[in-house]
T-cell receptor, first 112, second 111 residues
């Protein structure tokens, strides 16, 4: 157990819908990262937050948004879902921006 | 931004043999290079990492080497076992502190 908690574990939704994925970082970690992993794909960096502020942005679609709240948990919002958004979404956390990151178990999103 | 290339994409070895996975990175300012192991349907788990101020690090059967001049780093697994079968990802932290991952290597250890 890495200490990073993600909910829900599995989610099935229809095209055009909107979903929210939630992440609680390890106790004491200030940085939260979101990664997308599609079938047979690597880990695509989406976005990073540090202590509530956006720190780095990757290839995150405009239909996706994220935030980190004062209690340091983070949410990834995915809207106008398409079939191609089906993937495993990982949240990870670290103490600071330059430290080892630890992954949660992921949220499986299936868009039908 | 940082770009990480990883080779090979698949690797099959006989149990007991060694396995080597290589990665190259583009950002000369990158200073942190972790390796993660991911079993099917599970989260990536850190197995070893190296920072730019050292050239080699070992942990039992696993070692990582870093060549900053050539901008490449490698994972070495000796005496491979069936439980080493998984997908291995290298990563590099460069500009903006973004941790960028390679595409992954599927390692199969045949018994």
């Amino acid at each position: 157990d890495s200490g990073v908690t993600q909910t829900p574990k599995h989610l099935i939704t229809a095209t055009g819908q909107r979903v929210t994925l939630r992440c609680s970082p390890r106790s004491g970690d200030l940085s939260v990262y979101w990664y997308q992993q599609s079938l047979d794909q690597g880990l695509q960096f989406l976005i990073q937050y540090y202590n509530g502020e956006e720190r780095a942005k990757g290839n995150i679609l405009e239909r996706f948004s994220a935030q980190q709240f004062p209690d340091l948990h983070s949410e990834l919002n995915l809207s106008s879902l398409e079939l191609g958004d089906s993937a495993l979404y990982f949240c990870a956390s670290s103490v600071g921006s330059g430290n080892t990151i630890y992954f949660g178990e992921g949220s499986w999103l299936t868009v039908v | 931004g940082e770009n990480v290339e990883q080779h090979p994409s698949t690797l099959s070895v006989q149990e007991g043999d060694s396995a080597v996975i290589k990665c190259t990175y583009s950002d000369s300012a990158s200073n942190y290079f972790p390796w993660y192991k991911q079993e099917l349907g599970k989260r990536p788990q850190l197995i070893i990492d190296i920072r730019s101020n050292v050239g080699e690090k070992k942990d039992q059967r696993i070692a990582v080497t870093l060549n900053k001049t050539a901008k490449h780093f490698s994972l070495h697994i000796t005496e491979t076992q069936p439980e080493d079968s998984a997908v291995y990802f290298c990563a590099a932290r460069g500009y903006g502190n973004k941790l960028v991952f390679g595409a992954g290597t599927i390692l199969r250890v045949k018994s």
